[in-house]
């Protein structure tokens, strides 16, 4: 069975620094892997998705993510937090031995960007 | 575009009650999923459809959920005789096609509590 871990339950970062939100996957097929972020009340919204190809993925917002098979490790990042990135982010995989389309989650790691 | 809607946003029913929750996807999306989100258990998926196929359900947590999509679109979840375990947000979610490489989008929820 496949699982996603997230190992921050939060992460704190100054305005203007660096981002980086950490996730990790085990599958037993050849993993899909998205980032998804959720505002409070509202609910998810795609970043990006790796799928196949280039281990850097790009996506909204300024986000991108990179795809190490070795350590099976899907970290989104971001060059230069903004306040108005503080919310709920969620990494997630689907595997295409299992349910089509059915979604994974990780627990998910909470971002706070102070000014 | 119309993004997916979910109706009601929020529901208060009492303990042994039924409910149901309708999503509308994505115009032209073929496949939609539903999944609940609670503190205690993170983001859960429940059901899945995918055109004119058996759907998915594999992650209904017992015979009390229920859910139907009527002509490919528009869907209902239902859950009989509620339990306070019930509480949580519950999200619809759709996608152009079924298949693991494929983005779901997400619509803002139904927040039910169980009194």
């Known amino acids: 069975a496949q699982s996603v871990a997230q190992p921050e339950d939060q992460v704190n970062v100054a305005e203007g620094n660096p981002l980086t939100v950490k996730c990790t996957y085990s599958?037993?097929?050849?993993?899909?892997l998205f980032w998804y972020v959720q505002y409070p009340n509202r609910g998810l919204q795609f970043l990006l998705k790796?799928?196949?190809?280039?281990?850097l993925v790009k996506g909204s917002y300024g986000f991108e993510a990179e795809f190490n098979k070795s350590q099976t490790s899907f970290h989104l990042k971001k060059p230069s937090a903004l306040v108005s990135d503080s919310a709920l982010y969620f990494c997630?995989?689907?595997?295409?031995?299992?349910?089509?389309?059915?979604?994974?989650f990780g627990a998910g790691t909470q971002v706070v960007v102070t000014p | 575009g119309a993004g997916v809607s979910q109706s009601p946003s929020n529901k208060v029913t009492e303990k042994g009650k039924d409910v149901e929750l309708r999503c509308d996807p994505i115009?032209?999306?073929?496949?939609l999923y539903w999944y609940r989100q609670s503190l205690g258990q993170g983001l859960e998926f429940l059901i899945y459809?995918?055109?004119?196929?058996?759907?998915?359900k594999s992650g209904l947590p017992s015979d009390r959920f229920s859910a139907e999509r009527t002509g490919g679109s528009v869907s209902t979840l239902t859950i009989q005789r509620t339990q306070q375990e019930d509480s949580a947000v519950y999200l619809c979610a759709s996608s152009l096609v079924s298949g693991g490489a494929n983005e779901q989008y997400f619509g803002p929820g139904t927040r039910l509590t169980v009194t």
């Open positions: 459809f995918q055109g004119n196929s058996a759907p998915d």
């Open positions: 115009s032209g999306h073929t496949a």
């Open positions: 997630a995989v689907s595997v295409i031995t299992d349910s089509w389309g059915k979604l994974q």
């Open positions: 790796y799928i196949t190809g280039d281990n």
């Open positions: 599958v037993s097929g050849n993993p899909y």
